[in-house]
């Protein structure tokens, strides 16, 4: 399996990695554990996860993900073989959010006994903090890359200004730099990336792992009515693409789907693999046979012309 480099880190990652965000949500203990273990058998190595996950859930108060994910890591062990990220910095509870050094070096301390690691790969601020000085988190986070407990930082839903500062920051005080961006991008979704940060992230050298690289589904062609959506786990969030350019963009994928004798969804994965911005898009499954079909994306090859189509059909 191909690995690319995480920005400056050191990280080296397959170009797909698995979203976190589904364990203990719509995927139980048993079906993540059996998700895993064959994402790693399929030569994967990066698993992508947040304190808040998933939070969201009825009856669930967050740190479901990463407890599943380090009870995973104790039964199965090759801890040196994944690549673990984390985030820190949206609402646990009343009062525990953001990015000052009291509640990340608190937070830290949890999620390194719900992953049961002594330490974290990656280590994310999930969101921006206007709050906190950029200078006070990442004087946090080079305490922690001190102590062995963080090998490399990175940032999630920053805005290119903020990341820029945050860039400015680390060289004007000599403190570790943010080496990864998770934003939000997809083929459905190519606004907020493309421009100023993406071309940021390539003069800077940030690695970029997108989240949201299916569109919540929607890019495996399974929504294409809102009767496709009603009462689904995801389908209030792809109401919003289910119209003209929404039904563009599916039918440029599956045009590009039956050339190459692929699924819409190994399609969409395979474009953004094939961005130069790109590091690795995040992508999750809930069940084996939809994991087996992301798995494959890597090994599609667009050629100029299929890009180009899924370009016009989403601008």
Same mark, same amino acid.
């Given at each position: 399996?191909? %690995?690319?480099?995480?920005?400056?880190?050191?990280?080296?990652?397959?170009?797909?990695? !698995?979203?976190?965000?589904?364990?203990?949500?719509?995927? *139980?203990? /048993? #079906?993540?554990?059996?998700?895993? *273990?064959a994402f790693v058998a399929g030569g994967f190595n990066f698993i992508d996860t947040a304190d808040v996950y998933s939070r969201w859930h009825p009856g669930n108060q967050g740190g479901e993900s990463e407890t599943i994910i380090g009870k995973w890591l104790k039964s199965r062990g090759g801890r040196d073989k994944v690549v673990i990220g984390t985030k820190v910095g949206i609402e646990m509870g009343p009062g525990q959010k953001g990015l000052s050094s009291a509640y990340i070096t608190r937070e830290v301390e949890a999620s390194l006994k719900r992953l049961q690691t002594d330490y974290i790969d990656l $280590?994310?601020?999930?969101?921006?903090?206007? *709050? #906190?000085?950029?200078?006070?988190?990442?004087?946090?986070?080079?305490?922690?890359?001190?102590?062995? %407990?963080?090998?490399?930082?990175?940032?999630s839903n920053y805005s /290119?200004?903020?990341? %820029?500062?945050?860039?400015?920051?680390?060289?004007?005080?000599?403190?570790?730099?943010?080496?990864?961006?998770?934003?939000?991008?997809?083929?459905?979704?190519?606004?907020? !990336?493309?421009? $100023?940060?993406?071309?940021?992230?390539?003069?800077?050298?940030?690695?970029?792992?997108?989240? $949201?690289?299916?569109?919540?589904?929607?890019?495996?062609?399974? $929504?294409?009515?809102?009767?496709d959506a009603a009462n689904r786990a995801r389908g209030s969030r792809v109401e919003k693409y289910l119209n003209e350019r929404g039904s563009r963009i599916l039918a440029a994928l599956d045009e590009v789907a039956g050339r190459y004798g692929a699924k819409p969804s190994q399609v969409a994965l395979a474009w953004l693999i094939a961005r130069p911005s790109v590091t690795a898009p995040i992508a999750s499954a809930t069940s084996l046979d939809q994991l087996q079909e992301i798995m494959k994306a890597p090994t599609l090859k667009l050629d100029k012309d299929a890009i180009e189509r899924i370009d016009a059909a989403s601008r």
């Open positions: 399996m191909e %690995k690319r480099k995480l920005g400056n880190s050191g990280l080296e990652i397959a170009p797909l990695a !698995f979203g976190g965000n589904v364990f203990g949500w719509t995927a *139980d203990e /048993a #079906t993540s554990f059996a998700l895993l *273990d $280590y994310m601020s999930h969101r921006d903090d206007p *709050d #906190t000085p950029l200078v006070e988190t990442l004087e946090t986070f080079a305490g922690l890359i001190k102590a062995g %407990k963080v090998r490399a930082i990175g940032a /290119a200004e903020r990341l %820029k500062e945050a860039l400015d920051t680390s060289a004007r005080h000599a403190l570790p730099r943010y080496e990864s961006l998770q934003p939000m991008y997809s083929i459905a979704e190519r606004g907020e !990336f493309e421009g $100023y940060l993406e071309v940021l992230c390539q003069r800077e050298n940030i690695g970029v792992i997108c989240y $949201y690289s299916l569109a919540s589904g929607f890019l495996t062609g399974k $929504y294409r009515s809102k009767a």
